[in-house]
């Protein structure tokens, strides 16, 4: 049965409170080994991932909309939720999940055969679409330098529709001198940028293992990322736009990859 909440200051409910403040939650959630999930759907795929439940917390008007799972799950009216979490849940629907032990870069490396690398891709909502296209676009793993984002932070699980949880993950360092240690597993590393010394991708030599390597939006790869690359790559542009967004860019570039295998 469900607890119904009535005090936003419930301290059962501390997994929930300030959702909105990313400074915040960045120091209590990887630290507590926690993150929150929002909506139906990305919960189901939370448990389908295995990701165990610590609890829930639903507008009380959706309590049959939660999947059968072994934890507590609390029950607010709109208002007090607000209170609690700093939002309007549209949603309705919350869920604080228990994270799995980090994965190794070297193990993702020693089986894959397409893998998208990630310098310093801080923003949430690129990084929840980054990882969305790398599911539906056949990349096996994502890398990322130790200054991104975290890809269990709401806001980027939320964009991502839950597939951060079917995209093996790992944090690729020291930065950038790790990536000889992705040449060495026999991958060519294509990084992209806009540069005038760039290749256009589609005429870029893949082999069986091929790593895209993606910067930040705005200031995109950093000289010293490009160095470590095999070669720099572009997508041809038209009018006068010189790049595109990078979650835009990734999407063209794993479509690319993935024509190899077709």
């Known amino acids: 049965m469900p607890i119904v909440i009535t005090d936003p200051d419930d301290p059962r409910l501390a997994d929930y409170r300030a ?23 990305v919960l189901r795929r939370a448990l389908r991932a295995g990701y165990r439940p610590r609890s829930f917390l639903v507008d ?35 869920a604080s999940f228990h994270r799995k032990e980090p994965l190794v870069a070297a193990d993702l490396l020693a089986t894959a055969r397409r893998v998208a690398i990630l310098e310093d891709v801080n923003n949430h909502t690129n990084l929840g679409a980054i990882f969305r296209g790398a599911a539906g676009l056949g990349i096996e793993a994502v890398l990322l330098s130790p200054s991104c984002a975290d890809p269990l932070y709401r806001r980027a699980v939320r964009v991502s529709m839950g597939e951060v949880f079917a995209v093996p993950y790992a944090t690729l360092e020291p930065w950038p001198a790790a990536l000889a240690d ?81």
């Open 60 to 94: 009380a008007k959706r309590v049959d909309q939660l999947p059968n799972a072994d934890a507590p799950v609390y029950a607010a009216d709109q208002a007090v939720l607000e209170q609690i979490t700093g939002f309007h849940v549209h949603r309705g629907v919350l």
């Open 182 to 262: 992705v040449r060495a597993h026999g991958f060519a590393v294509l990084a992209m940028t806009p540069g005038p010394e760039a290749v256009p991708l589609h005429r870029a030599v893949k082999t069986d293992r091929t790593a895209i390597l993606l910067g930040a939006e705005g200031p995109g790869l950093s000289r010293h990322a490009i160095e470590a690359s095999d070669t720099p790559v572009r997508i041809p542009m038209r009018r006068g736009v010189d790049s595109l967004n990078v979650a835009a860019a990734a999407a063209v570039a794993f479509y690319e990859l993935g024509r190899e295998d077709d």
């Open 19 to 41: 959702l909105t403040d990313v400074s915040l939650r960045t120091v209590f959630e990887p630290p507590n080994g926690l993150f929150v999930a929002e909506g139906e759907l």
